[in-house]
């Protein structure tokens, strides 16, 4: 580990992905064009997308299956129409919880759909895409993989992650040529098995750990074993720099702008 480590680990740091979690969601409304513009100019690498299904199975970016917390509607997404979740404001609930980075022109955003994430980004954009519950979405891999094929989204640049392994297996099984990131929970401190790790290389290309539970051992299990890894969400400089450190391929954050300083060194 002498000076050599320390250049390679240099030379790493710029292909760290910086994924811009929910679009900049530090600095706006989560899950609106406008966030995932500003993670664009904020210097994220990817957009990244949860799914929900709407009642007449249309894929929209949201986070949570129901419409309380980033709308001004309320209940559960799938209950409702495409035609009614766009009437619904979704920013206003920014500059309320966020007084300090409230913009007038927050107010009265609108939840996009998938198509329409596509349709203003265009498909060489680097999108990260979340499956959310296939049970309470059945049909949703389908569905997707048909959007991305309709606007020859650029499959290279395209990752699915979820935590189902079911639904990335389906996906598997509908297009083996998307590239899958299987998410992993821990409650308690995370250890990674040869085993798991053989069995996620079956049908993904890397993992996706909530960032608190891991440590270096971790990390280099799965980048020893050609995982890639990208955990989340890491808002402090201080906890990007640990975790490049120890040799994380990627970050998801709510602040890009902060990650891309600490790429640059600064």
Do not use: C
């Not at 099984?173 to 590239?179: A, E, K, L, N, Y």
């Not at 996706?208 to 050609?226: K, L, T």
């Amino acid at each position: 580990m002498g000076a050599d480590f320390t250049a390679d680990a240099k030379e790493k740091d710029k292909e760290i992905l910086n994924v811009a979690h929910r679009g900049a969601s530090g600095h706006a409304p989560e899950h609106t064009i406008t966030s995932y513009k500003m993670g664009e100019k904020m210097h994220g690498d990817y957009i990244e997308i949860d799914l929900q299904m709407t009642k007449d199975g249309e894929l929209i970016a949201m986070h949570d299956e129901t419409l309380d917390r980033t709308t001004n509607g309320t209940g559960e997404v799938k209950d409702y129409t495409l035609k009614e979740i766009k009437e619904l404001d979704a920013g206003s609930w920014f500059n309320e919880k966020y007084p300090d980075r409230a913009k007038g022109e927050y107010e009265g955003l609108q939840v996009p759909t998938l198509e329409e994430v596509f349709q203003t980004f265009g498909k060489n954009a680097n999108y990260y895409i979340e499956t959310k519950s296939p049970e309470v979405y059945p049909g949703m891999e389908q569905k997707l993989v048909e959007m991305v094929d309709k606007y020859s989204i650029n499959k290279d640049k395209l990752l699915v992650q979820s935590f189902s392994s079911e639904s990335l297996l389906k996906m598997n099984q509908i297009d083996p040529s998307i590239q899958l990131v299987q998410l992993m929970w821990y409650t308690s401190p995370a250890t990674l098995t040869d085993a798991e790790v053989q069995s996620i290389k079956q049908y993904a290309m890397g993992i996706g750990p909530n960032s608190n539970m891991i440590d270096r051992e971790y990390v280099q299990q799965a980048v020893q074993n050609g995982l890639e890894i990208h955990p989340y969400t890491v808002n402090e400089k201080e906890e990007m720099q640990k975790l490049i450190d120890w040799g994380v391929t990627g970050l998801f954050t709510n602040f890009p702008d902060l990650l891309h300083e600490v790429k640059k060194g600064k």
